[in-house]
Nanobody
Framework: QAELAESGGGSVETGGSLRLSCTASEDIYVRQCMAWFREAPGKEREVVARFYKTKGWLYLADSVRGRFMISIDVTKKTVDLQMNRLEPSDTAMYYC????????????????WGRGTQVTVSS
């Protein structure tokens, strides 16, 4: 069984919405930092949103602030990414990750990853 598993990707038109969900195994869910990254073709993987669970602190990248929101469902042990007002530039493979307590931005510092879910936004 995968430690992290994403779902909810798909194809939408500009201005549409999608909600991504990441299901974590118990030993992964207890990590202090859960994050969403994305990787577009020909580009480096970049952080989109981070959730520092201990302090309830959120971080959203400038490019998505005001449109995306990260949240955690403690009952379901999921980390969700609500994406509104999607733009073609949001097209990418989206990955869920679990990382260390300081919740870094660099993907190389995250130990656990899902396989990703594709988001495609057409103009």
């Amino acid at each position: 069984q995968a430690e992290l598993a994403e779902s909810g990707g798909g194809s939408v038109e500009t201005g549409g919405s999608l909600r991504l969900s990441c299901t974590a195994s118990e030993d992964i869910y207890v990590r202090q930092c859960m994050a969403w990254f994305r990787e577009a073709p020909g580009k480096e993987r970049e952080v989109v949103a981070r959730f520092y669970k201990t302090k309830g602190w959120l971080y959203l990248a400038d490019s998505v602030r005001g449109r995306f929101m990260i949240s955690i469902d403690v009952t379901k042990k999921t980390v969700d990414l609500q994406m509104n007002r999607l733009e073609p530039s949001d097209t990418a493979m989206y990955y869920c990750a679990a990382g260390p307590a300081w919740c870094p931005t660099a993907p190389t510092q995250y130990e656990s990853w899902g396989r990703g879910t594709q988001v495609t936004v057409s103009s």
